[in-house]
């Protein structure tokens, strides 16, 4: 297996997943257990999109200022930040079951106090505390994966963490919408998180550390012990050959195994090139995008015209289950098509997709109801003052009316047809009451428009086209191509900087989409996909069917290969030639 040819990787690589994992379901165990922690990371991010609105609801402080609403969001994905990067130096100090356990530990104090927060303030505070949890999770989980992985289905396996990501999600937004009528909403959303780390915890107890991790410690024996049981016996023995050799290796380089520093982690060109690729690729994945849409799908469901908060959660559940969907077509494809041209049919679809978005929210926003002065003034008392003090409130349509601040003003539809003229109105619940007991529907988040479902069909095609590609590929990769001596601390790096992506499209998205528009924001992540494709076709390498033990040795005499679509000869085939 080491060293040769795999062919097998073009045609059979998901079947040979399936047979693998039958023949022997302890290699599946270990994927499994360790992607629990996929799981809480997608359904913690995923959660807080349905849960905002009850929260925004029962908190009016949150309802009123964009800068809670952001904060409430990304603070967990600033806990992330240092959990990713604190997550991976002890990855190599500790090992990556150790660390998976304090991940599970943390979500689940971070579940307990979100459940029970009485107000925003120690709301964020859970949202921190299961940040970190989720930073750890998301570069350990696939590290341990990989390093426990055959070389044949490592992609695959690795890439059922992202089916869990995101079928957490997915299942996320089932949860909100059972709980969308039971008291508490929002509190029993977040606080179930709290049940799969604690399930997490009991089984990871129960499994043995990564073996790579465990032979780089000095821990042969044990680490052989596992090698047997995941590997078939007539491979084992070469697989502990090729680790031995790539750990004398390091330590002949570096004149001790424990000796790393970041000047010599620079310096040395394999590296070096993974991490331009590794940290490239976390950083492209949040810029196209994706959070604004896990985490604000709702909010951008209610922005296309949908106005109830249970039909915004129900639609959206459309976007998270195609998502879950994605994933599993990356498990069947990864080892088939090849990492880099999953990628770069990824990113192609996205830009497609994010442009169909920008042109049907220009549409949106260009063409909502006017406000009718006949309908506003049926409603005494009530009229939004911004409105009623205009000069040129003749020209005022929905979206005019929904920018009025002093105080915040809603739009109630027309009783016959919502896309006829309706009323503007001063915002809080008694005025929404009134407005739907006339069987009219009240909008304070998006305006009515006949390019609804435009704006969902864009939703779904770039969900479609990122999940399989940009949604597991940068995680996969990121676990497969460094060095075994830098893996955790390369791997922290990478996973810090997606982080740090996040939290700032995360932290400025609706910002940016009330300073210039919707259509225009998508617009830019459009752009941005664009320049993650060239990025993508100049400077990512294809690793699909190569030992880890043989991806630094590709590394370190690659050039660069723009031409994706042939096959080029891999430092192991020359090998065998000679």
Known sequence: MEGGIHTSTDTSAFKECLSLTWRNPYVLRLAFSAGIGGLLFGYDTGVISGALLYIRDDFKSVDRKTVLQESIVSMAVAGAIIGAAVGGWM?????????????????????????????????????????????????????YI????????RGALVSTNGFLITGGQFLSYLINLAFTKAPGTWRWMVGVAGFPALLQFIL?????ESPRWLYRKGREEAAKVILRKI????????EIQDLKESVEAEIKEEGSSEKMNIIKLLKTKAVRRGLTAGVGLQVFQQFVGINTVMYYSPTIVQLAGFASNRTALLLSLVTAGLNAFGSIVSIYFIDRTGRKKLLIISLTGVVVSLGVLSGV????TTHSPMVSRVETSHFSNITCPDYSSALNSGAWDCMTCLKASSPDCGFCSS??????????????????????????????????SKYGWLALIGLALYIIFFSPGMGSVPWIMNSEIYPLRFRGLCGGIAATANWISNLIVAQSFLSLKEAIGTSWTFLIFGVISVMALLFVIIYVPETKGLPIEEIEKMLEGRALHYKFWEKGNKPHEKSQAT
């Open 204 to 208: 990871m107890l129960l499994l043995p």
């Open 91 to 143: 990855n190599d100090r500790f090992g990556r079951r150790r660390v998976l356990l304090i991940a599970d530990f943390l979500f689940f104090v971070g579940a307990v106090i979100m459940a029970s927060a009485p107000g925003a303030a120690l709301l964020i505070v859970g949202r921190i505390f299961v940040g970190l949890g989720v930073g750890m999770a998301s570069m350990t989980s696939p590290l």
């Open 231 to 238: 590997y078939p016996a007539h491979e084992v023995e070469q």
């Open 415 to 448: 009783p016959t047809n919502k896309l006829l003229p309706g009323a503007c109105l001063i915002s809080n619940d008694t005025v929404k009451d009134m407005c739907h007991k006339e069987t009219r529907l009240w909008y304070t988040r998006g305006c009515p």
């Open 146 to 153: 990989s390093e426990a992985s055959p070389a044949k289905i």
């Open 361 to 364: 929210f220009h549409e949106t």
